[in-house]
């Protein structure tokens, strides 16, 4: 499913199966493309969004809360010359990929309560609002972007687990600084927490519960670590 330019003034619905959706507007010279919330579906599917805007959400699987049809999803969001702007980021049931770079986006939730585990990459010009790993063992990097409120981990897994996070606040392959304006936590579990680069992050960092290990060789943090 290809979607350059124009106006979908509700729903884009990938429906069952394992789905391609391709959003854009590029080589438009305005960004002209406007669409409500984009589902991917039930299966494992693939969501690229790379200019124009996105009012409502994007959804990795199809919202029923149905675990056994949620499949491993891929969803990047990365603008091109025009721009781009998004509201939230469900990665809903499955391991999903997430990926926010060269854009601005509100909140990006991981996981709902049927995910083993989420990966996020808020990359070079990425501003988001909060990145939530949700239910599962979580990889979340924050390179060179910005995440204007908290970064958190995820909680147990499907089955009751506990399992740990991986979270790392660094520069960009570019050289961007990585700023996180709220606290950076990777809740229960034995989580991994890295800080180095010229990042800043404007609250604390904790492990919370667990046998956390937690590195920081560089950065600013303006509260405090424990």
Same mark, same amino acid.
């Given at each position: 499913m290809t979607l350059l330019g124009g106006r979908v003034q509700g729903d884009v619905d990938a429906g069952a199966g394992n789905d +391609?959706? $391709?959003?854009?507007? $590029?080589?438009?010279?305005?960004? %002209?493309? /406007?669409v409500e919330d984009i589902l991917g579906g039930i299966g494992a599917d693939t969501i690229v969004v790379d200019a124009g805007t996105v009012?409502?959400?994007i959804f990795g699987d199809d919202t029923d809360g149905d675990a056994s049809d949620d499949g491993a999803d +891929? #969803?990047?969001? %990365?603008?091109n010359l025009v721009g781009i702007q998004v509201e939230d980021v469900f990665g =809903?049931?499955?391991r999903d990929t997430i990926i926010v770079s060269n854009a601005v986006a509100g909140n990006i939730f991981?996981? /709902? =309560?049927?995910s083993p585990g989420d990966s996020i990459l808020v990359g070079e010009g990425a501003t988001v609002a909060s990145v939530d790993g949700g239910t599962g063992e979580?990889? #979340?990097?924050v390179l060179g972007g910005t995440v204007t409120g908290n970064v958190l981990g995820g909680d147990e897994t499907p089955d009751g687990g506990i399992e740990g996070d991986l979270i790392e606040i660094a520069n960009g392959s570019a050289g961007g600084f990585a700023s996180v304006g709220g606290n950076v936590a990777g809740n229960d579990g034995d989580d991994t927490i890295t800080v180095s680069g010229s990042s800043t992050i404007t609250g604390s960092v904790g492990g919370n519960a667990g046998n956390d290990s937690i590195s920081i060789t560089g950065g600013t943090i303006v509260g405090h670590w424990q």
């Open positions: +391609s959706v $391709f959003v854009s507007d $590029f080589p438009s010279p305005a960004p %002209v493309l /406007d009012g409502g959400g +891929s #969803i990047c969001v %990365v603008g =809903e049931g499955g991981g996981g /709902d =309560e049927n979580d990889t #979340i990097r």
